[in-house]
């Protein structure tokens, strides 16, 4: 997991399971570790489970901020608290909330925003810059189209 990579005095049972449609987003540059999901648009912050070792010592351990469509997180913070399961219910929440097709067309969104802005998936296939693409790239669209045939049947 990259948060042990990118955090390595944060304590690996500390850090919960990313549910359903979450990655691990670990960065060392930021103050905790963090999971996303670009499908619900949902960034949870993860901080360390004792109060003194936390990024500021007036803040929850967990919160979950909005990603915009283009994958940034923005300051709008949805929940904050010390319970995961208030975490997972706020995430059972929006999954029930967000239809599976709306799902992968936020992931789309946040794929093209920076690579292929305001691309559709045959323009993109079709054009120049995809002879170049990297293998990332072409497995992400080979799995969004299996997950897209699985959706639309």
């Not at 305001?118 to 120049?128: A, K, N, Y």
Request: aromatic residues 10%.
């Amino acid at each position: 997991m990259a948060f042990q990579t990118e955090f390595p005095n944060f304590p690996a049972d500390a850090f919960p399971a990313p549910p359903d449609t979450f990655r691990d987003a670990s960065w060392h540059n930021d103050g905790q570790p963090s999971m996303v999901s670009e499908a619900l648009l949902m960034h949870i912050q993860c901080d360390h489970p004792d109060v003194e070792l936390r990024e500021s010592d007036d803040r929850s351990r967990f919160r979950i901020l909005l990603l915009d469509l283009e994958g940034c997180v923005t300051d709008e913070v949805i929940l904050e608290t010390d319970e995961w399961a208030e975490v997972l219910a706020v995430v059972e929440d929006r999954l029930a909330d967000v239809s599976p097709l709306e799902q992968l067309s936020n992931e789309w969104r946040i794929f093209t925003a920076s690579r292929y802005p305001d691309m559709e998936i045959h323009e993109l296939v079709e054009s120049e810059e995809w002879k170049d693409a990297s293998q990332h790239d072409r497995q992400f669209v080979a799995d969004f189209l299996e997950r897209l045939e699985a959706v639309e049947s």
